[in-house]
């Protein structure tokens, strides 16, 4: 492994540079991801020109250029994927979004046993993925799930929210928020938190209403990490897989595919690791292009303070 | 350091605190839901409307470990205690590892000027969010190739290398934060680099490293889709398991994948209740000023 930092050793009157003294500590963790991230990202981008089937190791991957891409790019089902997957991003990230930021303006003052009851809100966020989505299927199922024993009643008939593309859609996006809204709800009592009293006290003396308050005072201040939270419960729901996996597993036929259940299907059902690495890395690019946004509100953040 | 920040905040009124506490008991239902169905007993468990009042059963913990053979005569292991082991093992080394590793870079990066600093940054960022089946994708191939595939070395080497760039830019924006006179006399004492970092940083942030610890902790051990795809009999952990008994072809046995889901979550909501202000600090990459 070479990096930059390994091209530094400028010396400058005797004592080492800065970046020849810096090497040895950036090294071995720069080490550790080249091999077990960058490199298995460079075979990726490889094998993507190929045919390639990781099954069959002793045949011989068979190069077709730009092949995958193309075909991927002509199929309406994977743009079906995309569309379903940013249907569901933006759905589940702005309920998250609004969930969150109640329960932290609900949160952020103290009360007895706030820390206990603080953690029945942070449960969900806390248990695996794995749970989470089969217990939501069991909530969902039409016989004996708590959803239905609700409508029961007022239809008369068992309601299967897993049953039709939309509102499997929507049963999705409910568990997916409900999991992950505590984390939105931590970032930003993170953000309260660094409110400056004396700002609260100044607009209590100048008797300045609660709704302008928050708008002068409060607002500003957690800005930044709203668009924080904005954008990694993005990035993190495009990766969103366990609870797709675990809930729908992609039905009613398609309509609960995402970009993740793709890649896994093409590469570990149908063993089509080739078309599946050109797909892996478009959403690479996509979440390169998203973190690239992520990275500047940081740097934003970081002027602002 | 919370504390503190709290005393100085206007509580509550109690018209808040009831709201907050009956919006988390709601929020809490589907947790209380599995946690009772561990203790109930199958036709309790699925009775519509859910039953509040029952004799609870324990036996769902027991069938989780164990197994009866056919005519009942023998007890079988599930191997669910192995699954337990794998979680636990793999999750604290692969921690420690990425806590290392990532000090190191940490202390690099913050304190000896390097040139492209923020480039490195940005793609050490990068690489904690690309979509974990991407890099699943040439893994799977590479350890199969390499032999490593199944075993230990491999799933702890993922989960460091998931781990390291979320612990290098916790750790680097807790060194941000400490005070530089007292490194630069040592350093002018003729210091090690090294031993400044570990006599005089690291003891400085302890809070930040814990709150590093939990958020990775937590991670690996809910994490799924690297361990479904990387990990062999030997090595798989307990979500992975824990889908054996949903894919059972008796039907799911409820009472069990509770029992499982119960003792899984335990632990961590433990660590999250005695280390909740780490909680804050660690969802926001630390970016947040304490």
Same mark, same amino acid.
């Given at each position: 492994m070479t990096g930059p930092h390994a091209s530094g050793g400028t010396e400058r009157s005797g004592a080492p540079s800065a970046q020849a003294r810096a090497a040895p500590f950036v090294a071995p963790a720069l080490a550790v991801l080249c091999l077990a991230n960058v490199l298995p990202l460079l075979w990726s981008i490889g094998i993507s020109f190929f045919r390639f +089937?990781?099954? +069959? @190791?002793?045949t011989p991957p068979r190069f077709l250029g730009v092949d995958n891409y193309l075909d991927l790019m002509s199929d309406p089902d994977i743009w079906g994927h995309f569309i379903n997957t940013v249907t569901m991003i933006s759905s589940s990230v702005s309920v998250q979004l609004v969930v969150g930021a109640l329960l932290a303006f609900l949160f952020h003052r103290p009360f007895p046993g706030r820390r206990l009851v603080l953690m029945l809100v942070l449960a969900p966020m806390l248990l695996s993925t794995v749970v989470v989505g089969t217990f939501f299927s069991l909530f969902y199922d039409?016989? !004996?799930?708590i959803v239905s024993a609700f409508v029961r009643p007022f239809t008369g008939a068992p309601f299967a929210p897993l049953g039709t593309p939309t509102s499997a859609v929507t049963s999705l996006i409910v568990a997916d928020a409900w999991m992950w809204s505590p984390f939105v709800m931590l970032m930003l009592l993170a953000g309260l938190e660094g409110v400056p009293l004396f700002l609260h006290e100044a607009a209590q003396i100048d008797r300045a209403s609660p709704w302008r308050r928050f708008w002068t005072v409060v607002f500003p201040a957690i800005r930044g990490v709203l668009l924080l939270a904005l954008l990694f419960r993005t990035i993190e729901s495009f990766n969103m897989f366990d609870l797709i996996y675990t809930i729908t597993n992609g039905g009613p036929g398609t309509s609960t595919e995402s970009i993740s259940t793709e890649i896994y299907d093409t590469a !570990?059902? @149908? !063993?089509?690791t080739g078309r599946a690495s050109a797909l892996g890395n478009i959403s690479v690019f996509v979440v390169i292009v998203l973190t690239r946004l992520y990275f500047q509100a940081i740097q934003l953040r970081k002027e602002a303070a | 350091m919370q504390g503190e920040e709290l005393g100085r905040r206007r509580p509550a009124g109690f018209g808040r605190t009831f709201v907050a506490t009956l919006i988390g008991l709601i929020y809490f239902f589907p947790v209380i839901w599995m946690i009772l169905a561990a203790f109930k007993t199958r036709a309790d468990a699925l009775a519509t409307p859910p039953k509040l009042f029952f004799t609870p059963t324990l036996e769902h913990f027991w069938a989780s470990f164990h197994r009866l053979s056919a005519d009942g005569a023998q007890v079988f292991d599930t191997g669910l205690d192995r699954n337990f082991f794998n979680s636990l093992f793999i999750s604290l080394v692969s921690v420690a590892f990425a806590l290392a590793l990532g000090a190191l870079a940490a202390y690099g990066f913050a304190r000896l000027r390097l040139k492209g600093r923020d480039t490195f940054m940005f793609y050490v960022l990068v690489l904690r969010m690309v979509p974990p089946i991407t890099a699943i994708v040439p893994l799977y191939f590479l350890f199969r190739v390499s032999g490593l595939g199944g075993g230990y070395v491999a799933i702890i080497l993922v989960y460091t290398a998931f781990n390291l760039p979320f612990a290098i830019w916790m750790l680097k924006s807790f060194i941000d934060e400490l005070h530089r006179p007292i490194e630069e006399a040592a350093r002018l004492d003729g210091s090690s680099e090294l031993k400044i970092l570990w006599r005089i940083c690291l003891p400085q942030m302890r809070a930040g490293i814990a709150a590093t610890a939990i958020i990775a902790f937590v991670f690996t051990w809910n994490d799924f889709l690297f361990s479904l795809l990387l990990t062999s009999v030997d090595t798989r952990t307990v979500p992975v398991a824990m889908t054996r008994v949903v894919g059972a072809d008796v039907g799911v046995d409820w009472g069990v994948f509770a029992a499982i889901g119960t003792i899984y979550l335990l632990p961590v909501l433990l660590i999250a209740f005695f280390l909740q202000g780490q909680l804050l600090r660690g969802a926001t990459f630390g970016t947040v000023p304490r």
């Amino acid at each position: 492994m070479t990096g930059p930092h390994a091209s530094g050793g400028t010396e400058r009157s005797g004592a080492p540079s800065a970046q020849a003294r810096a090497a040895p500590f950036v090294a071995p963790a720069l080490a550790v991801l080249c091999l077990a991230n960058v490199l298995p990202l460079l075979w990726s981008i490889g094998i993507s020109f190929f045919r390639f +089937r990781a099954d +069959r @190791l002793h045949t011989p991957p068979r190069f077709l250029g730009v092949d995958n891409y193309l075909d991927l790019m002509s199929d309406p089902d994977i743009w079906g994927h995309f569309i379903n997957t940013v249907t569901m991003i933006s759905s589940s990230v702005s309920v998250q979004l609004v969930v969150g930021a109640l329960l932290a303006f609900l949160f952020h003052r103290p009360f007895p046993g706030r820390r206990l009851v603080l953690m029945l809100v942070l449960a969900p966020m806390l248990l695996s993925t794995v749970v989470v989505g089969t217990f939501f299927s069991l909530f969902y199922d039409p016989t !004996f799930g708590i959803v239905s024993a609700f409508v029961r009643p007022f239809t008369g008939a068992p309601f299967a929210p897993l049953g039709t593309p939309t509102s499997a859609v929507t049963s999705l996006i409910v568990a997916d928020a409900w999991m992950w809204s505590p984390f939105v709800m931590l970032m930003l009592l993170a953000g309260l938190e660094g409110v400056p009293l004396f700002l609260h006290e100044a607009a209590q003396i100048d008797r300045a209403s609660p709704w302008r308050r928050f708008w002068t005072v409060v607002f500003p201040a957690i800005r930044g990490v709203l668009l924080l939270a904005l954008l990694f419960r993005t990035i993190e729901s495009f990766n969103m897989f366990d609870l797709i996996y675990t809930i729908t597993n992609g039905g009613p036929g398609t309509s609960t595919e995402s970009i993740s259940t793709e890649i896994y299907d093409t590469a !570990f059902v @149908l !063993f089509e690791t080739g078309r599946a690495s050109a797909l892996g890395n478009i959403s690479v690019f996509v979440v390169i292009v998203l973190t690239r946004l992520y990275f500047q509100a940081i740097q934003l953040r970081k002027e602002a303070a | 350091m919370q504390g503190e920040e709290l005393g100085r905040r206007r509580p509550a009124g109690f018209g808040r605190t009831f709201v907050a506490t009956l919006i988390g008991l709601i929020y809490f239902f589907p947790v209380i839901w599995m946690i009772l169905a561990a203790f109930k007993t199958r036709a309790d468990a699925l009775a519509t409307p859910p039953k509040l009042f029952f004799t609870p059963t324990l036996e769902h913990f027991w069938a989780s470990f164990h197994r009866l053979s056919a005519d009942g005569a023998q007890v079988f292991d599930t191997g669910l205690d192995r699954n337990f082991f794998n979680s636990l093992f793999i999750s604290l080394v692969s921690v420690a590892f990425a806590l290392a590793l990532g000090a190191l870079a940490a202390y690099g990066f913050a304190r000896l000027r390097l040139k492209g600093r923020d480039t490195f940054m940005f793609y050490v960022l990068v690489l904690r969010m690309v979509p974990p089946i991407t890099a699943i994708v040439p893994l799977y191939f590479l350890f199969r190739v390499s032999g490593l595939g199944g075993g230990y070395v491999a799933i702890i080497l993922v989960y460091t290398a998931f781990n390291l760039p979320f612990a290098i830019w916790m750790l680097k924006s807790f060194i941000d934060e400490l005070h530089r006179p007292i490194e630069e006399a040592a350093r002018l004492d003729g210091s090690s680099e090294l031993k400044i970092l570990w006599r005089i940083c690291l003891p400085q942030m302890r809070a930040g490293i814990a709150a590093t610890a939990i958020i990775a902790f937590v991670f690996t051990w809910n994490d799924f889709l690297f361990s479904l795809l990387l990990t062999s009999v030997d090595t798989r952990t307990v979500p992975v398991a824990m889908t054996r008994v949903v894919g059972a072809d008796v039907g799911v046995d409820w009472g069990v994948f509770a029992a499982i889901g119960t003792i899984y979550l335990l632990p961590v909501l433990l660590i999250a209740f005695f280390l909740q202000g780490q909680l804050l600090r660690g969802a926001t990459f630390g970016t947040v000023p304490r």
